[in-house]
């Protein structure tokens, strides 16, 4: 692997001379998420309230926050099994274009339709923390390939970090742009947050296209033990499919206890106790920016503990701040629990990502990241649709307690069912 150097251990793996060892692509590829996750912030707070503005109710934005995370899904799965194939820049140049164009075409014809196909495609509003929707595992993939093992977990969580730090800008842009434009009320007063997201796409294209692709080399095997690398291989294949449908069951408990809440939470807090984006925005802001702190701390954790101590310890506090933010009584408490939640909660998500990837080999990391993205995706877009349904009727607090309930069956599931596998991280085929 070009360009990617190892760091003594007494180096910092955050430091400015650890960043230099990096691979070039992959220091690009984490720069392009980090101008992507400016966007998805305005998009994370705004978003749902310019469909407010429309005259959406809760239960139409939770499908139409549910038709993306299907859509998204669907693609996914497509996306990883070729790109491991053809190689992962193209897919990466296909979201972006398809991003500007329709971006473009929701500033100059906002119909419904072209709002709703936008929406769904790239999965406006989902807080995807600068993520290619369903490309993501191209991208996901691509960036592990650029990156030896043993700096997986600590580049990973990096990686979440800068992405953090984004949507933290993202979101305080969220509170200012729809007051950008003097006289605009209403839902054309959130013009400015889809040009945002044009300028970010237009300006991540032109990122990508320079970029040049090494694509995966197939595994070597000698003539003369050919059938002893077969029977290997395949070994090495029931293992790893084994590996992933585990994974996969444990995500979709995570997930759908996920997308019961973050999606909708903006509507929510505007229902619950009629604030706005200019003080909403503020907490996601300060949310994320701490998250990304909470995320380069995982990365160091992973180091000492170990992947799976790292993704489940801070998850469990988590669940007990979840359950109490539905029964606070003012704006100010519950955004203190659910900055504090966030903090605990999404801050591995480096380090999920990092042992998804490491259950594979490079070959089949494109799979092993759809699979990842679909067990997430599909069941966290039914999410919405049932936490719309809820707060339509007035129950502001099941989401919150049902998404919790599944959230400790997370907990309890990954270390019992995926501990056994962060001894067996395929390092020597990377």
Known sequence: MSGVETIPEYLSPYSRAAWRTLDPVARQLILVRLLRSVAQGALAVDFTLYLRARGWSAAAVGLLLMAGGLAGAALSLLVGVLSDRVGRRLFLIVYETGLSIGTLAVIALPATWILVATAALFGFGRGANGSSGP??????????????????????????????????????????????????????????????????????????????????????????????HRSTDRTVQQRENRALFLLTIVNMVNSLGVGLVAPLLPYWFAVRFGVGPELIGPVYSLTFFLTGLSSLAVGRLSQRIGLVRSIVLPRLVGVVLLVLIPFTPSFALAAALYVARSIVNRGSVGARQAFSVGLVRDRRRGLASSLNAVS???????????????????????????????????????????????????????
């Open 376 to 430: 997430w995706n599909v069941p966290a877009a039914l999410g919405p649709a049932v936490a719309g349904y809820l707060i339509g009727l007035g129950a502001l607090f099941w989401p919150f307690l049902l998404a919790a309930a599944l959230q400790l069956g997370y907990v309890v599931l990954f270390p019992a069912v995926l501990g056994r596998y962060e001894r067996h991280q395929p390092q020597a085929a990377d």
């Open 135 to 228: 490309f993501a595992p191209a991208e996901q993939a691509w960036l592990a390939q650029r990156i030896p093992g043993e700096r997986r977990g600590t580049v990973f969580s990096l990686n979440a970090g800068i992405q953090f730090a984004g949507m933290g800008v993202g979101s305080l842009l969220a509170a200012v742009l729809p007051h950008l434009l003097p006289g605009r009320h209403g839902s054309a007063a959130y013009l400015p947050l889809f040009v945002l997201n044009l300028v970010v796409a237009l300006i991540n294209l032109w990122q990508i296209w320079r970029l040049r692709e090494e694509k995966p080399l197939p595994e070597p095997q000698a003539a003369s033990s050919a059938d002893g």
